[in-house]
């Protein structure tokens, strides 16, 4: 069967590492108060030299180099955005054109957090469909220029960075094909008020800033994400005990511990990186992948469900074997 496998990993920050005692020197919190009600310690941020497109280019990088494949042999580019360079053209060309396989298949995707999940369904459907063989999926965001730096409820949560996979069309056999299992995608437009960014360029003519309804969102983030995670299990007809690793959108510590007791599964089999960088949106998932690959707690062969929840709203869920 054509599975579509992954073979490289790949992450990049940007240079400014900037803590909760730092933010608190500037915004009216605490490194209490954003511990204890999220779990963020730090977040990177975006100096003027770095963009959506370069810290993406970085990351492509080094998950091209972990795959050990030249980047002229990819044929499709899925990046998965909120924070583009320019409205238009397609933020996946700029990166394109950075790693020189010009040619190719680039677009970006716009589902927020859960961006990521939706282009590795969008790069899977497209492998198996033979409409491109080696993909480079990543997920980049400068959410830093969106936030409204005097909001306290919703600027300390969020951060820029970028995560990148290379998938690649094989044909797998075996009882334990290696490769994306399954993956569900799901939104739900009624939710727009309780996520959205308060500009554009076909409302305001300008760009805007993020707006939360924070409580409304973790209430319907444990919901979803428990759901979509139980159906892509029904799918694969498999048990939540047979997950190794759940590698979950990286938005709240307590949205994490909710969702992995709701579903059974122990703590020390879920990838925890908020502390470290906070909310990177479409980045989040790729980021996290990535760390646990190269600190090898995730080994080829092992069962990982990646998952999100975002602005729309959008969810998803994907089970893949490493
Ligand atoms: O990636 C997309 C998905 N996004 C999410 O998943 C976010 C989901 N939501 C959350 O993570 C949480 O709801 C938050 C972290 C955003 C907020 O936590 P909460 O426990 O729901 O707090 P709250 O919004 O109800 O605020 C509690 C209190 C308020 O004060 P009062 O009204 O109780 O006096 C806020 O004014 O905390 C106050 N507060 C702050 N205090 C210090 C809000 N932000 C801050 C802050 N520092 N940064």
């Excluded at 716009?110 to 999940?117: K, P, Q």
């Excluded at 491109?132 to 830093?144: C, D, N, Q, Y």
């Amino acid at each position: 069967m054509l599975r579509s496998v992954l073979i490289g990993t790949g992450s990049h920050l940007p240079r400014r590492a900037v803590s909760n005692e730092e933010l608190a020197k500037t915004v009216d919190t605490s490194d209490d108060w954003i511990v204890e009600r999220t779990g963020i310690r730090n977040r990177y941020i975006a100096g003027d030299d770095e963009t959506t497109s370069t810290l993406a280019t970085e990351a492509a990088r080094k998950a091209i180099a972990a795959a050990g494949i030249e980047a002229a042999s990819i044929d499709l580019i899925i990046l998965a955005t909120a924070t583009p360079d320019q409205t238009f053209p397609a933020t996946a060309t700029q990166v394109q054109d950075n790693l020189g396989c010009n040619g190719c298949i680039a677009f970006d995707v716009a589902a927020v957090c859960s961006g990521f999940l939706y282009a590795v369904g969008v790069a899977d459907a497209m492998i198996r469909a033979g409409s491109a063989k080696r993909a480079l999926v990543i997920g980049a965001e400068t959410f830093s220029r969106i936030l409204d730096w005097e909001d306290r409820a919703t600027c300390v949560l969020f951060g820029d960075g970028a995560g990148a996979i290379v998938l690649e069309g094989r044909e797998e056999t075996g009882d334990k094909p290696r490769g994306i299992l399954a993956t569900k995608l799901h939104a739900d437009g009624a939710h727009n008020e309780l996520l959205y960014v308060d500009g554009g360029p076909s409302t305001t003519g300008t760009v805007g800033h993020l707006r939360m309804k924070g409580r409304e969102v973790f209430r319907h983030a444990v919901v979803n994400l428990s759901s979509v995670l139980g159906s892509v299990m029904a799918e694969v007809g498999l048990a939540n005990e047979d997950i190794d690793w759940l590698v979950p959108h990286q938005a709240n510590a307590r949205i994490l511990d909710a969702t992995a007791k709701k579903l059974g599964i122990p703590k020390d089999k879920v990838v925890i990186t908020v502390d470290r960088h906070a909310n990177t949106s479409a980045a989040s998932v790729p980021l996290a992948l990535d760390t646990a690959i190269a600190d090898g707690r995730i080994k080829s062969g092992d069962l990982v469900m990646l998952e999100a929840m975002g602005g729309g709203f959008t969810w998803g869920a994907s089970l893949i074997r490493m």
